[in-house]
């Protein structure tokens, strides 16, 4: 899995523009709740990776539906690809109905060997403006890994926590999510290929949905506090139709401690940095 001249990778760009149409932030309402938004309206944060993606046809596709690697991202084949984690700061919200767009740059590539083989890092950076003003800043970290059979793993046990929601995984949430991120991912929604290629018990949950499902568990928990910095890491995959939880508890003034788990312990940790309204 060994990826040639990296170095020629780094410091890549690309730009995408979007229109934040209500039309299809109506569509991901619909998929995760909320009241329905108005030209002007504050985005609920990170709804932005519902937007600006590139346009892939069906023939641009590799057999696990991710669009092939070369254009943008390095071209490393025949491994997985799956979303580590990251961190995002929110300057100010992105606003909907209004023009932005999203400035990408490959920042870092690592190639390193764990107990599941080779495993390549990929860092990259995207900032939205809006307004030419920077509203969000974010590090995605992504890893590719070599294809071998998933292991079973257990991680920490869930803590007490101050507040927490049950999410029912079901596969018109996955099928849903998919839509309204265009991402075509085969392991959200084709079971067949899921437990049969990739080794996974069932349909995997994404990464950014669990994600955006803990950070609207906190802003609804917390009203009274204003999120500027959020930072999360996948420890280990959920799986679908499997409930689990996302909650958070505050671990010392203006950081809270936020995850999602099940019975089988965490699987997606990360922290909040936040600031008192009142």
């Given at each position: 899995m060994a990826l040639d001249n990296a170095n020629k990778w780094l410091g890549k760009e690309q730009i995408q523009d979007?229109?934040?149409?209500?039309?299809?932030?109506?569509?991901v309402t619909a998929t995760l709740g909320g009241a329905p938004l108005s030209t002007g309206d504050a985005l609920p944060h990170l709804w932005q990776w519902a937007f600006f993606q590139p346009v892939s046809g069906m023939d641009t596709l590799?057999?696990?539906?991710?669009?092939?690697?070369?254009?943008?991202?390095p071209p490393i084949r025949d491994c997985q690809r799956m979303w580590a984690g990251g961190e995002v700061r929110f300057n100010g919200p992105l606003r909907a109905g209004v023009p932005?767009?999203?400035?990408?740059?490959?920042?870092?590539?690592k190639e390193k060997h764990g107990r599941s083989g080779s495993l390549t890092f990929i860092t990259v950076r995207h900032r939205y403006l809006q307004d030419d003003e920077e509203k969000v800043s974010e590090r995605q970290d992504i890893v590719y890994r070599e294809p071998v059979?998933?292991?079973?793993?257990i991680g920490e046990p869930m803590p007490e926590l101050q507040w927490a929601d049950t999410i029912k995984p079901e596969a018109t949430l996955l099928f849903r999510y998919s839509a309204v991120t265009f991402n075509?991912?085969?392991?959200h929604y084709d079971w067949p290929y899921t437990t049969g290629e990739e080794g996974y018990p069932g349909l995997v949950v994404h990464g950014p949905l669990i994600a955006t499902l803990v950070m609207r568990a906190f802003v609804q928990s917390n009203p009274?506090?204003?999120a500027k910095v959020f930072r999360y890491r996948g420890m280990r995959p959920?799986?679908?139709?499997?409930p689990f939880q996302v909650g958070g508890v505050i671990e010392s003034p203006g950081v809270a401690r936020v995850m999602a788990g099940n019975e089988q312990g965490?699987?997606?940790?990360g922290e909040v940095e936040f600031e008192e309204t009142r």
């Open positions: 979007d229109s934040l149409d209500l039309h299809a932030l109506a569509r590799g057999p696990d539906g991710h669009p092939l690697p070369g254009d943008f991202l932005a767009r999203r400035h990408s740059r490959i920042e870092d590539i059979p998933l292991k079973a793993s075509s991912h085969r392991i009274d506090k204003v959920l799986i679908a139709p499997e965490q699987a997606h940790v």
